[in-house]
């Protein structure tokens, strides 16, 4: 089925400094969208993008598409501690369904 | 928007025995999905839940294992049988209000000894 590979697992950073994950797709994606997932707790929907191209940016956080909408990217800039938790891409699963397949995630520590 | 109430929180269970899991929703909808995610992995869509009819299991999940009811549209089950130590996971319950955008219930976290 569909997958998306995400990169990296984890990353470590200092407070104040940025963050970026990765989102690669061997095949063309209709959308795809990204979720946050604080320790402990359950995913919580993020964004949708849908459009080559797109940038959509919430607050500190940007979000971006690529042309050909294979991949797509999440930069945090300034990163705070209650940033912290593992961000997950999601394509929609093969054969043309809308139903979220996930990436590995990428796990923000973020150290004071 | 959808709130999905999700029981229990978390169970330690007997291996060899099963756990119903519940998720309530707080509005119709047509679509529920259960996903698996083990400590420190991501998520895997265990199956569909279709209201009407059988779910829809993904490869590597069989409805013996994993049964699913959906009376309506605004509730489903999970039921983990026969359960033995490598069932140990979070279970999720999981809806599309229509956006395109997954709400997730609190998760079920399940031990089994």
């Known amino acids: 089925g569909q997958q998306v590979m995400q990169i990296p697992q984890y990353q470590h950073v200092q407070e104040g400094e940025d963050f970026t994950t990765y989102c690669n797709s061997s095949?063309?994606?209709?959308?795809i969208q990204w979720y946050k997932q604080r320790p402990g707790g359950h995913p919580v929907f993020l964004i949708q993008?849908?459009?080559?191209?797109e940038v959509k940016k919430q607050k500190r956080l940007t979000f971006q598409f690529g042309e050909a909408k294979k991949n797509s990217s999440l930069h945090i800039t300034a990163t705070q501690t209650t940033d912290v938790g593992t961000y997950f891409c999601a394509g929609p699963k093969a054969g043309g369904s809308y139903i979220p397949t996930f990436g590995r995630g990428t796990s923000l520590i973020v150290h004071p | 928007s959808a709130v999905i109430s999700q029981k229990p929180s978390r169970d330690i269970c007997q291996r060899g025995t099963s756990l119903t899991i519940q998720c309530q929703v707080d509005?119709?909808?047509?679509?529920m999905f259960w996903y698996r995610q083990q400590p420190g992995q991501s998520l895997t869509l265990i199956a569909t839940?279709?209201?009407?009819?059988?779910?829809?299991?993904e490869s590597g999940f069989v409805i013996d294992k994993f049964p699913i009811s959906r009376p309506n549209l605004t509730f489903s089950t999970l039921t983990v049988s026969n359960m033995s130590p490598e069932d140990s996971s979070i279970y999720l319950c999981?809806?599309?209000?229509?956006?395109?955008?997954?709400?997730f219930g609190q998760g079920t976290r399940l031990t089994v000894v």
């Open positions: 993008l849908v459009k080559s191209g």
């Open positions: 095949t063309t994606l209709s959308n």
């Open positions: 509005s119709q909808v047509t679509m």
């Open positions: 999981s809806v599309d209000t229509g956006s395109n955008e997954a709400f």
């Open positions: 839940a279709n209201q009407g009819s059988e779910a829809t299991y």
